[in-house]
């Protein structure tokens, strides 16, 4: 089973988003996924529509108060299944966050979703912390979406430190997939000289081949409660993007997939 931790230092840079709509594409693409969030903001159940620590979810595996079986939810989708990170008391989170990062949950958990499972895509919190750093110490795979603005480049040599960290001290297995472009605006400046330094100055094949553009309706789909895809019975062009994605993740988790073996197919039987 692939776990693929998406994780950035700065907030708000698009990891709620992509791991909903890339869990949701890789579901659609026949992969088993499972979505886990691990942000203690909740933001992935909103983002589904669901009230405020409506369900219970991984808060509730930590305390025992809950099975893993009860918790997990099955969607629209019959490969994805969705685990939300549960009712986390606005005043407890730093007891939650610690029983996450120390206790043997996250990877007694990992280990009993294995057989079920392909792929899970971990949606972390903002920031360098605890949990981040204890997603990346069971993950397999990094995914590090950067905001396409200046201040995003910053950021990057210290998520590379804490990667290498861990890989060091605790996860040998751990590797990067990738960098992915989000919130790009081709019409803003700032936007394209982000990408062209990473496009120019990053050794090849770490920036993933798609960008998530800005556009309006993602913030529109995070206010109704539904995925890119699923706003209307006809999706907007821009969903296909998650398709996309989903297919540069794939051949990345296993490169020696039939892509690498391209040729051109005949339209004639
Ligand atoms: N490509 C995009 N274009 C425009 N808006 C976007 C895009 N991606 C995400 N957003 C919006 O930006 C906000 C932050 O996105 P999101 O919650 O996915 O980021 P995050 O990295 O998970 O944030 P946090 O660090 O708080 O967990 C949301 O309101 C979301 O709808
Ligand atoms: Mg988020």
């Known amino acids: ?3 693929i931790a998406v ?5 708000g840079v698009g990891k709620t ?3 909903l709509n890339l869990g949701l594409a890789l579901g659609r693409a026949g992969n088993r996924a499972l979505i886990l969030e691990l942000d203690a903001q909740g933001s992935l159940g909103l983002s ?24 997990l939810l099955r969607t629209r989708e019959p490969e994805l ?13 730093a007891g939650f966050e610690d029983a996450l990062a120390r206790g043997p949950v ?9 057989p079920d499972f392909d792929i899970v895509v971990v949606d972390c919190p903002a920031g360098l912390g605890k949990v981040t750093t204890r997603a990346l110490e069971v993950a397999t795979h990094a995914l590090l979406p950067l905001q396409a603005e200046p201040l995003a480049l910053r950021s990057i040599g210290q998520l590379l430190a804490v990667i290498d960290r861990v890989r060091a001290e605790k996860n040998p297995q751990l590797s990067l997939l990738g960098m992915v472009l989000s919130m790009f605006d081709r019409q803003a400046s700032a936007s394209l000289d982000v990408a062209e330094t990473l496009w120019t100055k990053f050794p090849d094949g770490i920036i993933l081949d798609t960008v998530i553009p800005r556009d ?11 995925p890119l895809l699923l706003m209307q019975k006809r999706p907007p062009p821009l969903a296909r993007v998650f398709d996309q994605l989903a297919n540069d993740v794939l051949v990345r988790l296993d490169p020696t997939s039939p892509d690498d073996d391209d040729g051109p197919i005949s339209l004639l039987l």
């Not at 996250?106 to 294995?114: G, I, N, Q």
């Open 17 to 19: 988003t992509i791991s």
């Open 81 to 93: 299944q969705v685990l939300t990170v549960g009712r986390v008391d606005p005043t407890t989170v």
């Open 48 to 71: 589904l529509g669901l009230a405020d620590r409506a369900r219970p979810g991984v808060a509730e595996l930590l305390t025992g108060a809950e099975r893993l079986e009860s918790v």
């Open 7 to 11: 994780a950035s230092q700065k907030g």
């Open 1 to 3: 089973m692939h776990v």
């Open 216 to 226: 309006e309706a993602f913030l529109e789909a995070s206010l109704r409660g539904a």
């Open 106 to 114: 996250l990877p007694s958990v990992l280990a009993r979703l294995s």
